[in-house]
C-alpha cells in the first residue's frame, strides 16, 4: 500500500479564489493549482493550501505548525517579484521540509536570462549572440551581434513581454524597444540574435535519472511575412490569434539521429542548471540541423492539459501518474536515493 502524505500546496497567494481557499470546486479557468490540487487529493494524499504572500514570517510559521511531508511548491513569485522564487525554495531548505521541482541554485541559473546563456556558452552549448543592457546603462552593441535582433525581459517566462514588435532590424528600433521593456518591466532586457528555424520544446522529467517526453514543436503554417516568426506571448495565450495566422503546437517530426542529438544536449543543459523533477528546454533547430538552445524553465507548466502532461501522455505517463512521480523525486531526494 502506498503512504498517504500530509502535503502542503504552497501557492501564489494571488492565485487563491475567495470563494474557495481550498481548490474543492473546479474553477470555470482551471488552474495548475486545481489540477495539481486536486490530483494530489485523488492519489489518496491530505492535502493544506497555503499561499505564499510578502508577509513571509506567516509561511513560516503556518509551515512549523503543520510539518507536513511534503511542500509542493507552484509558487512562481513572492510580491510579484519573479526573482525571489529562489528565495523561496531556499526557505524550504533552511526549514527541512522535502519540496517539489529545482532548488535556489536551479531557479538562480534559469531566472537570469543572461547568466544562463553564459552558463550554457562556458559549456560550449550553443545559443544566440545576446547582450544584456541594464536600465540607464549606455548600450553598446558588439559589432559580432548581427540582426534581426530579439528584445525581451531578462527576468520574465512564459514570453511575457515578446510580440511582433521585439524583432529589430536596426539600431534605432533596438533602442526603442529596450526602451519599452525598461520602463514597462523595470528590469534589463536582453538583446538576442533571432535564430532561423523550427522552434521545439523538451520536456524532461527526474533528477538524476532523466526521462525525455516527446518533442513538442510550434508550426508556423502561414506563408505571410506579417505573421509572427516566433512564440509571442499572444501565439501562447490565443487560440484565436493563432487560427488567425496558422500557427498550431504538435509534435515534432524528427529523424533518430536528431532526435538523440537533441536529447544529449537537453539532458547536459537540464544537468549543468541543477534543474529537478521536471522542466522545459526551448530551442532552434536551424536548417542545418544546429541545436540553439533558445529558454530554460525550471518551472514549467504542469497544469493537465498543458504541454508537460500533454507530452507525458503521449509518453504513457498518465497526469495521476506524473504527479505521483514528482512526488517521489523529492521525497527519494531527502533520502539521498537520487
Known amino acids: 500500500m502506498k503512504r498517504k502524505l500530509n502535503i502542503t ?21 482551471p488552474s495548475t493549482e486545481y489540477h495539481v490540487i486536486r490530483t494530489l487529493r485523488e492519489l489518496g494524499h491530505s492535502v493544506s ?14 509551515l512549523k505548525e503543520k510539518q507536513p511531508d511534503l511542500v509542493f511548491n507552484l509558487t512562481e513569485a513572492l510580491d510579484g517579484n519573479r526573482c525571489m522564487d529562489m528565495n523561496i525554495a531556499a526557505l524550504l531548505e533552511m526549514l527541512g521540509i522535502p519540496f517539489t521541482g529545482s532548488g535556489p541554485k536551479g531557479l538562480m541559473l534559469c531566472r537570469d536570462k543572461g547568466l544562463c546563456k553564459q552558463m550554457l556558452a562556458s559549456h560550449r552549448i550553443r545559443i544566440p549572440g545576446f547582450v544584456s543592457i541594464a536600465p540607464h546603462q549606455k548600450v553598446r552593441i558588439p559589432k559580432s551581434l548581427r540582426y534581426p535582433l530579439v528584445v525581451k525581459p ?9 510580440s511582433n514588435a521585439s524583432i529589430v532590424n536596426n539600431e534605432t528600433a533596438l533602442m526603442e524597444r529596450v526602451k519599452f521593456v525598461h520602463d514597462g518591466w523595470s528590469q534589463p532586457a536582453i538583446a538576442e540574435e533571432y535564430i532561423e528555424g523550427r522552434e521545439l520544446y523538451i520536456g524532461m522529467i527526474g533528477s538524476k535519472r532523466l526521462t525525455i517526453l516527446p518533442i513538442r514543436e510550434c508550426f508556423f503554417d502561414s506563408d505571410s511575412s506579417e505573421g509572427p516568426r516566433l512564440a509571442t506571448y499572444r501565439v501562447k495565450w490565443n487560440a484565436g490569434y493563432r487560427e488567425k495566422w496558422g500557427i498550431r503546437f504538435g509534435y515534432a517530426k524528427l529523424d533518430d539521429a536528431t532526435v538523440k542529438n537533441i536529447e544529449r544536449t537537453c539532458k547536459r543543459v537540464y544537468r549543468l542548471l541543477q534543474i529537478r523533477d521536471y522542466g ?59
Not at 12 to 17: A, E
Not at 49 to 62: A, E, F, Q, W, Y
Not at 286 to 295: G, Q, W
Not at 299 to 321: H, Q, T
Open 9 to 29: 500546496a504552497l501557492v501564489d497567494s494571488w492565485t487563491i479564489p475567495a470563494n474557495d481557499p481550498d481548490f474543492r470546486e473546479k474553477p470555470k479557468e
Open 49 to 62: 493550501v497555503l499561499g505564499c504572500k510578502d508577509d513571509i514570517v506567516i509561511v513560516v510559521n503556518t
Open 154 to 162: 531578462v527576468f520574465e517566462d512564459s514570453s511575457e513581454g515578446i
Open 280 to 338: 522545459r528546454i526551448d530551442i532552434r533547430l536551424t536548417p542545418e540541423n544546429k541545436i540553439v538552445v533558445l529558454e530554460v524553465n525550471p518551472n514549467a507548466d504542469i497544469a493537465y492539459g498543458e504541454e508537460i502532461a500533454e507530452a507525458a501522455e503521449k509518453a504513457g505517463i498518465s497526469y495521476e501518474k506524473l504527479i505521483d512521480n514528482i512526488i517521489h523525486f523529492a521525497l527519494r531526494r531527502r533520502e539521498g536515493a537520487q
